[in-house]
């Protein structure tokens, strides 16, 4: 059973550097053919598709993010992390984990983390 | 970049059929997916492929695409339906990730 699980502050203030980990259980990492995202989730709004990183490290951001994100990947502890820097309110919002399969060439989303509502102020 | 579109709302009385649709360029050219996500949690998926189901999604949730409209299609709508339903699509270049705005599903 595939299970996804974010952890990390959920509270940060300001212009500080908002960072979460996705504890992954039940796959490796190293498989194929999957990248490992991080969307998000502004209050009573839809869903924004932030980056990937793939588990040799490549990494693929949405542009909106790109100029303060940065993603890793820790395949012998089987998680990864997402670090979003100079944090505004803006930011305030369920932060989701979750697992894309392209094995048909369309990647989908298969399987979530429950989220994590983090948010920005002082 | 790639824009897809959703209503905001659709309503039905409980056993009638629902029908959620998303709009975007050239969708005959990609392969749409669809989550449901109920209050309060993570988005599940529920049609991937345009119009296939992933194990343990009942028969009456259905999917389909015809030009440029994919719809997702809820027959004997439960009040365990209600929840908001995303599309999503992968735009090849640049190799993104893109998500409808949503539409909130009410049982009546």
């Known amino acids: 059973q595939v299970l996804l699980q974010e952890s990390g502050p959920r509270l940060v203030k300001p212009s500080q550097t908002l960072s979460l980990t996705c504890n992954v259980s039940g796959v490796s990492l190293n498989l194929v053919p999957f990248h490992w995202n991080w969307i998000r989730q502004l209050p009573g709004k839809g869903l924004e598709w932030i980056g990937y990183i793939h588990y040799d490290g490549r990494t693929h951001y949405n542009p909106s993010f790109e100029s303060r994100v940065d993603m890793s990947i820790d395949t012998s502890k089987n998680h990864f992390s997402l670090r979003l820097g100079s944090a505004t309110a803006a930011d305030t919002a369920t932060y989701f984990c979750?697992?894309?399969?392209?094995?048909?060439?369309?990647?989908?989303?298969?399987?979530w983390g429950p989220g994590a509502l983090v948010t920005v102020s002082s | 970049s790639y824009v897809l579109s959703q209503p905001p709302s659709v309503s039905v009385a409980p056993g009638q059929t629902a029908y959620v649709s998303c709009a975007g360029d050239n969708l005959q050219t990609r392969s749409v997916h669809w989550y449901r996500q109920r209050a309060g949690q993570a988005p599940v998926l529920v049609v991937y492929e345009n119009s296939r189901r992933p194990s343990g999604i009942p028969e009456r949730i259905s999917g389909a695409k015809s030009g440029n409209t994919a719809t997702l299609t809820i027959s004997r709508v439960e009040a365990g339906d209600e929840a908001d339903y995303h599309c999503?699509?992968?735009?090849?270049?640049?190799?993104?990730?893109?998500f409808g705005g949503g539409t909130k599903l009410t049982v009546l």
């Open positions: 979750a697992r894309d399969n392209y094995r048909g060439n369309f990647p989908y989303f298969d399987f």
């Open positions: 999503q699509v992968w735009d090849a270049t640049p190799d993104h990730r893109v």
